[in-house]
Protein backbone atom coordinates (compact mmCIF):
# COMPACT_ATOMS: atom_id res chain seq x y z
CA UNK A 1 0.00 0.00 0.00
CA UNK A 2 1.51 3.27 -0.72
CA UNK A 3 1.63 5.78 1.66
CA UNK A 4 1.85 9.85 1.27
CA UNK A 5 4.02 12.42 3.34
CA UNK A 6 3.07 15.89 3.01
CA UNK A 7 5.13 18.62 4.04
CA UNK A 8 5.65 20.45 6.17
CA UNK A 9 3.33 19.90 8.47
CA UNK A 10 2.44 23.65 8.72
CA UNK A 11 3.38 26.38 6.53
CA UNK A 12 3.31 29.94 7.51
CA UNK A 13 3.65 32.56 4.86
CA UNK A 14 2.28 36.16 4.16
CA UNK A 15 -0.42 37.05 1.31
CA UNK A 16 1.32 37.62 -2.03
CA UNK A 17 3.60 35.52 -1.46
CA UNK A 18 4.16 32.01 -3.04
CA UNK A 19 3.38 28.65 -1.43
CA UNK A 20 5.20 25.33 -2.21
CA UNK A 21 3.61 22.22 -0.81
CA UNK A 22 5.35 18.53 -1.08
CA UNK A 23 3.63 15.15 -1.35
CA UNK A 24 6.15 12.26 -1.18
CA UNK A 25 4.94 8.45 -2.12
CA UNK A 26 6.48 5.72 -0.72
CA UNK A 27 6.30 3.94 -4.38
CA UNK A 28 6.73 5.31 -7.63
CA UNK A 29 3.17 6.39 -9.11
CA UNK A 30 3.67 5.17 -12.41
CA UNK A 31 0.23 6.52 -13.77
CA UNK A 32 0.45 9.58 -11.65
CA UNK A 33 -3.57 9.05 -10.45
CA UNK A 34 -2.44 12.45 -8.00
CA UNK A 35 -5.17 14.97 -7.10
CA UNK A 36 -4.94 17.99 -4.34
CA UNK A 37 -7.95 19.21 -2.63
CA UNK A 38 -8.00 22.41 -0.35
CA UNK A 39 -10.59 22.52 3.24
CA UNK A 40 -11.06 25.24 4.86
CA UNK A 41 -12.01 25.20 8.74
CA UNK A 42 -15.83 23.55 9.11
CA UNK A 43 -15.98 23.02 5.05
CA UNK A 44 -15.93 19.97 2.93
CA UNK A 45 -12.93 19.47 0.72
CA UNK A 46 -12.52 21.11 -3.24
CA UNK A 47 -11.01 19.81 -5.77
CA UNK A 48 -8.06 21.81 -6.91
CA UNK A 49 -5.90 19.53 -9.10
CA UNK A 50 -6.31 15.96 -10.98
CA UNK A 51 -3.48 14.23 -12.77
CA UNK A 52 -1.07 15.86 -11.02
CA UNK A 53 -1.36 19.11 -13.32
CA UNK A 54 -4.73 19.85 -14.39
CA UNK A 55 -6.55 22.12 -12.71
CA UNK A 56 -10.38 21.47 -11.87
CA UNK A 57 -13.04 23.44 -13.18
CA UNK A 58 -13.15 26.61 -11.60
CA UNK A 59 -9.61 26.75 -9.57
CA UNK A 60 -7.91 29.99 -10.33
CA UNK A 61 -4.46 29.50 -12.13
CA UNK A 62 -2.47 30.58 -9.35
CA UNK A 63 -3.00 26.67 -7.92
CA UNK A 64 -0.58 24.85 -10.05
CA UNK A 65 0.58 20.98 -9.52
CA UNK A 66 3.60 19.10 -10.50
CA UNK A 67 5.50 16.27 -10.34
CA UNK A 68 5.80 12.78 -11.11
CA UNK A 69 7.21 9.43 -9.99
CA UNK A 70 7.10 10.38 -6.28
CA UNK A 71 7.77 13.77 -5.57
CA UNK A 72 4.91 16.34 -6.43
CA UNK A 73 4.17 19.30 -5.67
CA UNK A 74 1.48 22.39 -5.17
CA UNK A 75 2.60 25.82 -6.18
CA UNK A 76 0.16 29.02 -5.28
CA UNK A 77 1.72 31.41 -7.10
CA UNK A 78 0.79 34.19 -4.90
CA UNK A 79 -1.14 33.50 -1.90
CA UNK A 80 -4.51 35.24 -1.39
CA UNK A 81 -6.31 35.40 1.97
CA UNK A 82 -8.72 32.90 1.21
CA UNK A 83 -6.30 30.71 0.34
CA UNK A 84 -5.48 29.88 3.79
CA UNK A 85 -6.85 26.20 4.39
CA UNK A 86 -5.17 22.36 4.57
CA UNK A 87 -4.13 20.83 1.66
CA UNK A 88 -4.09 17.74 1.34
CA UNK A 89 -2.97 14.97 -1.53
CA UNK A 90 -4.51 11.77 -2.58
CA UNK A 91 -3.55 8.90 -5.01
CA UNK A 92 -5.65 6.50 -6.57
CA UNK A 93 -4.15 3.12 -7.44
CA UNK A 94 -4.76 -0.78 -7.14
CA UNK A 95 -8.54 0.33 -6.62
CA UNK A 96 -8.08 1.74 -3.42
CA UNK A 97 -7.76 5.82 -2.66
CA UNK A 98 -4.81 7.23 0.00
CA UNK A 99 -4.77 10.63 0.86
CA UNK A 100 -1.61 12.22 2.40
CA UNK A 101 -2.04 13.82 5.90
CA UNK A 102 -2.31 17.00 5.05
CA UNK A 103 -0.27 20.99 4.79
CA UNK A 104 -2.00 23.57 7.01
CA UNK A 105 -1.04 26.79 4.98
CA UNK A 106 -1.50 29.43 8.12
CA UNK A 107 -1.12 33.24 7.72
CA UNK A 108 2.26 34.62 9.24
CA UNK B 1 -25.20 20.45 -10.85
CA UNK B 2 -24.71 17.13 -8.65
CA UNK B 3 -25.34 17.68 -4.92
CA UNK B 4 -24.86 14.94 -2.72
CA UNK B 5 -26.63 15.05 0.98
CA UNK B 6 -25.76 12.57 3.85
CA UNK B 7 -28.08 11.46 7.00
CA UNK B 8 -28.26 9.13 9.51
CA UNK B 9 -28.08 9.03 13.39
CA UNK B 10 -25.52 11.49 14.72
CA UNK B 11 -25.09 9.14 17.44
CA UNK B 12 -24.59 5.42 17.64
CA UNK B 13 -23.21 3.07 20.45
CA UNK B 14 -20.14 1.42 20.71
CA UNK B 15 -20.39 -2.16 19.14
CA UNK B 16 -23.67 -1.14 17.60
CA UNK B 17 -23.71 -0.68 13.75
CA UNK B 18 -23.38 2.76 11.79
CA UNK B 19 -25.87 3.57 8.86
CA UNK B 20 -25.62 6.62 6.67
CA UNK B 21 -27.68 7.16 3.10
CA UNK B 22 -26.04 9.82 0.56
CA UNK B 23 -29.05 11.32 -1.38
CA UNK B 24 -27.74 12.47 -5.08
CA UNK B 25 -29.20 15.03 -7.30
CA UNK B 26 -28.15 16.27 -10.07
CA UNK B 27 -27.10 12.66 -11.61
CA UNK B 28 -27.97 9.56 -12.21
CA UNK B 29 -26.08 7.20 -9.99
CA UNK B 30 -27.25 3.73 -12.13
CA UNK B 31 -25.64 5.38 -14.94
CA UNK B 32 -21.79 6.06 -14.27
CA UNK B 33 -19.37 6.31 -11.68
CA UNK B 34 -18.30 5.34 -8.41
CA UNK B 35 -20.04 6.73 -5.37
CA UNK B 36 -17.44 7.04 -2.52
CA UNK B 37 -17.46 7.23 1.25
CA UNK B 38 -14.37 9.44 3.26
CA UNK B 39 -14.23 10.23 6.83
CA UNK B 40 -12.70 12.87 9.03
CA UNK B 41 -11.75 12.43 12.72
CA UNK B 42 -12.15 15.28 14.54
CA UNK B 43 -9.37 17.77 14.23
CA UNK B 44 -7.80 14.79 11.92
CA UNK B 45 -7.23 13.90 8.20
CA UNK B 46 -8.98 12.65 5.56
CA UNK B 47 -9.59 8.55 5.66
CA UNK B 48 -10.97 6.94 2.24
CA UNK B 49 -13.37 3.98 3.39
CA UNK B 50 -14.75 2.27 0.23
CA UNK B 51 -16.81 3.32 -3.27
CA UNK B 52 -19.22 1.33 -5.11
CA UNK B 53 -19.62 1.58 -9.05
CA UNK B 54 -22.94 1.90 -10.76
CA UNK B 55 -22.69 -1.78 -11.78
CA UNK B 56 -22.84 -2.65 -7.90
CA UNK B 57 -18.68 -3.41 -7.90
CA UNK B 58 -17.40 -2.10 -4.07
CA UNK B 59 -13.58 -1.38 -2.96
CA UNK B 60 -12.80 -1.00 0.15
CA UNK B 61 -10.14 0.29 2.39
CA UNK B 62 -8.14 -2.49 3.83
CA UNK B 63 -8.15 -1.10 7.59
CA UNK B 64 -12.12 -1.02 7.40
CA UNK B 65 -13.14 -3.79 5.02
CA UNK B 66 -14.34 -6.27 7.10
CA UNK B 67 -16.94 -3.86 9.13
CA UNK B 68 -18.13 -1.76 6.14
CA UNK B 69 -20.63 -2.56 3.38
CA UNK B 70 -21.48 -0.16 0.82
CA UNK B 71 -24.82 -0.11 -1.03
CA UNK B 72 -26.34 1.27 -3.67
CA UNK B 73 -30.46 2.06 -4.15
CA UNK B 74 -31.09 3.01 -7.35
CA UNK B 75 -34.78 3.11 -7.10
CA UNK B 76 -34.03 6.49 -4.52
CA UNK B 77 -30.88 7.56 -6.15
CA UNK B 78 -28.81 6.84 -2.90
CA UNK B 79 -25.85 4.91 -1.78
CA UNK B 80 -25.68 3.70 1.74
CA UNK B 81 -23.02 3.20 4.28
CA UNK B 82 -22.83 0.14 6.93
CA UNK B 83 -19.79 0.41 9.48
CA UNK B 84 -20.18 -2.60 12.13
CA UNK B 85 -18.50 -3.06 15.41
CA UNK B 86 -17.92 0.75 15.74
CA UNK B 87 -15.34 2.42 18.78
CA UNK B 88 -14.92 5.90 20.24
CA UNK B 89 -12.27 5.84 17.18
CA UNK B 90 -15.08 5.85 14.53
CA UNK B 91 -16.50 9.12 15.87
CA UNK B 92 -15.63 11.60 12.50
CA UNK B 93 -17.42 13.53 10.03
CA UNK B 94 -18.35 11.52 7.73
CA UNK B 95 -18.50 12.82 3.62
CA UNK B 96 -20.30 11.12 0.44
CA UNK B 97 -18.47 12.34 -2.67
CA UNK B 98 -18.55 11.14 -6.41
CA UNK B 99 -15.36 9.47 -7.48
CA UNK B 100 -15.16 10.45 -11.19
CA UNK B 101 -12.62 9.57 -13.87
CA UNK B 102 -11.91 13.54 -15.32
CA UNK B 103 -10.35 12.49 -18.67
CA UNK B 104 -8.03 9.54 -17.85
CA UNK B 105 -7.63 11.18 -14.10
CA UNK B 106 -9.56 10.16 -10.91
CA UNK B 107 -10.87 12.88 -9.17
CA UNK B 108 -13.45 13.05 -6.08
CA UNK B 109 -15.11 16.30 -7.59
CA UNK B 110 -18.62 16.50 -5.96
CA UNK B 111 -18.75 16.02 -1.80
CA UNK B 112 -21.51 16.13 0.75
CA UNK B 113 -21.38 18.66 3.70
CA UNK B 114 -20.87 16.34 6.10
CA UNK B 115 -22.31 14.51 8.69
CA UNK B 116 -20.97 14.06 12.24
CA UNK B 117 -20.95 10.93 13.74
CA UNK B 118 -20.12 10.15 17.51
CA UNK B 119 -19.63 6.98 18.91
CA UNK B 120 -20.63 6.84 22.81
CA UNK B 121 -22.50 5.08 25.11
Do not use: M
Amino acid sequence: EIVLTQSPGTLSLSPGERATLSCRASQSLSSSYLAWYQQKPGQTPRLLIYGASSRATGIPDRFSGSGSGTDFTLTISRLEPEDFAVYYCQHYGSALYTFGQGTKLEIK
Amino acid sequence: QVQLHESGPELVKPSGTLSLTCAVSGASIGNSDWWTWVRQPPGKGLEWIGEIYHGGASHYNPSLKSRVTISLDKSNNQFSLKLSSVTAADTAVYYCARATWIQLWPAFDYWGQGTLVTVSS
